[in-house]
């Protein structure tokens, strides 16, 4: 599976941005996806994951109630809708895939990754 991540650019604190991650190749409808993040001079981190069938999310305790993960299989596309953003979540966002279909645990270790896209939250 090939994943490309979009949707990233520059907002205002206060505001909102949709990631988008498009999968291509055979297996993604039956996988556990993820959002992590890089902020500038820190280490990846988790930010959410999702069930092969969208029945379970988990997040970060740092943007749990204002980001929501989601997917269309039928699309092969996954989703991070961002609201209430604060400068601290400037980094670049990764989408990533775990071939266990209920893999969302913090500690997951997806087998596959897309690139990244930057946002970047002013304050």
């Given at each position: 599976?090939?994943?490309q ?53 988990n ?55 897309g ?9």
């Amino acid at each position: 599976v090939q994943l490309q991540a979009f949707g990233g650019g520059l907002v205002q604190a206060g505001g909102f941005l949709r990631l988008s991650c498009a999968a291509s190749g055979r297996g993604f409808s039956n996988d556990a996806m993820a959002w992590f993040r890089q902020g500038p001079g820190k280490e990846r981190e988790f930010v959410a994951a999702i069930s092969w069938n969208g029945g379970m999310t988990n997040y970060a305790d740092s943007v749990k109630g204002r980001f929501t993960i989601s997917r269309v299989n039928a699309k092969n596309l996954v989703y991070l809708q961002m609201n209430s953003l604060k400068p601290e979540d400037t980094a670049v966002y990764y989408c990533a895939g775990d071939r266990f279909p209920g893999q969302i645990t913090s500690s997951m270790r997806p087998h596959y990754w897309g690139q990244g896209t930057q946002v970047t939250v002013s304050s």
